[in-house]
């Protein structure tokens, strides 16, 4: 049986500073054996990942991924051992393929346009993410159900809090890939994310990318929240 995540960020995103270590620590201590770590627009993350774990000799396996935010919103490129710099999307979807590597659609109602022609050219939809509405991830659902693509559950956590959002489970077949493909998948935990967690990402966005436009309208938005006392509420 595999146990592990899919769709999660590191210190090596923009809006995290998760820690290779505590992933690990995290990993370890839940009896996870794989892990897909999708860092914004980069798969150097999941190489030192992938890299730490082999110098420690864990018996948990990694593949190499990045959340690209493409012309037509962020892909998950599954598998691929080169960057891709090319976000136009035939050609982003061309270079994936290239690099046999394997499609995700993450959040599909958050941040994209085109959604039906991303739908169709994908390998797998992310039918619950743990910083998502429960009725845009019920219209995702429906969408994999349209387009008979097999589904996934992600925590999407950029803290070491939210990594226990979105624990999976799917029978093992040859190897990873096509266990990932062809097996069903159950999720073993499904959370929600607080609203605060979500403003701590974008507070360190706005840090990391020196944002102060950014920084006071979060700031804004955090002490309405609070005075509403939306802030400690789950997505």
């Known amino acids: 049986?595999?146990?592990?995540?899919?769709?999660?960020?590191?210190?090596?995103?923009?809006?995290?500073?998760?820690?290779i270590k505590n992933i690990v620590s995290f990993a370890i201590e839940n009896d996870l054996n794989f892990l897909i770590l999708t860092d914004h627009d980069n798969i150097n993350g999941s190489k030192v990942l992938k890299n730490y774990i082999e110098e420690k000799k864990l018996e948990i396996e990694?593949?190499?991924?990045?959340?690209?935010n493409t012309e037509y919103g962020d892909i998950i490129a599954l598998n691929i051992k080169e960057e891709i710099k090319d976000m136009q999307f035939e050609s982003f979807i061309k270079e994936v393929k290239r690099q046999n590597g394997v499609l995700l659609f993450p959040h599909p109602y958050k941040g994209h346009k085109n959604i039906k022609v991303i739908a169709s050219n994908v390998d797998m939809i992310e039918a619950f993410n743990a910083r998502i509405d429960d009725i845009n991830n019920d219209k995702a659902l429906i969408l994999a159900k349209e387009y008979n693509k097999p589904i996934y559950y992600a925590t999407d956590a950029h803290n070491f809090k939210s990594l226990k959002n979105?624990?999976?489970e799917f029978k093992k077949q040859d190897n990873l890939i096509n266990s990932l493909l062809n097996s069903?998948?159950?999720?073993?935990?499904q959370d929600k994310s607080y609203l605060w967690e979500i403003y701590l990402s974008q507070y360190i966005k706005s840090f990391k990318q020196r944002n102060i436009k950014l920084f006071l309208f979060l700031f804004l938005r955090s002490i309405k929240n609070f005075v509403n006392l939306k802030l400690f509420r789950k997505i």
């Open 1 to 19: 049986m595999y146990r592990g995540l899919i769709h999660f960020h590191s210190c090596y995103s923009y809006d995290s500073i998760l820690s």
């Open 62 to 68: 990694v593949l190499i991924a990045s959340e690209y």
């Open 166 to 168: 979105a624990i999976i």
């Open 184 to 189: 069903k998948i159950f999720a073993k935990s």
